[in-house]
Nanobody, 120 residues
Framework: QVQLVESGGALVQPGGSLRLSCAAT????????TNWYRQRPGQARDWVARITSDGETNYRSHVKDRFTISRDNAKATVYLQMNSLKSEDTALYLC??????????????WGQGTQVTVSS
């Protein structure tokens, strides 16, 4: 089992920055990827960014020049640095991990999310 706790969400003005954190506890050794998603009210969750255990990163096209995903293995924490925030970035940001329990068994876990509101 893996438990995820997101933090760092806040109210910020357009053009501002935030750093979100996703702290994992439990069986973290098997985590092979961590994703950030976001969800606006009444809409489906959208994938935002991904980082693998090898450090490979991927981004949704409209955030790739503004957001940076990184990780601190010693703290079992993944970060999402968000710069030049826009009103359309307003959403609940959720952390999602894939963990390999065995060579043939993979589990996925979601955190509860942290709210980001971009408004003047």
């Amino acid at each position: 089992q893996v438990q995820l706790v997101e933090s760092g969400g806040a109210l910020v003005q357009p053009g501002g920055s935030l750093r979100l954190s996703c702290a994992a506890t439990g069986d973290v050794a098997g985590i092979f990827e961590t994703n950030w998603y976001r969800q606006r009210p009444g809409q489906a969750r959208d994938w935002v960014a991904r980082i693998t255990s090898d450090g490979e990163t991927n981004y949704r096209s409209h955030v790739k020049d503004r957001f940076t995903i990184s990780r601190d293995n010693a703290k079992a924490t993944v970060y999402l640095q968000m710069n030049s925030l826009k009103s359309e970035d307003t959403a609940l940001y959720l952390c999602h991990v894939g963990s390999r329990r065995s060579p043939t068994a993979i589990d996925y876990y979601w955190g509860q999310g942290t709210q980001v509101t971009v408004s003047s």
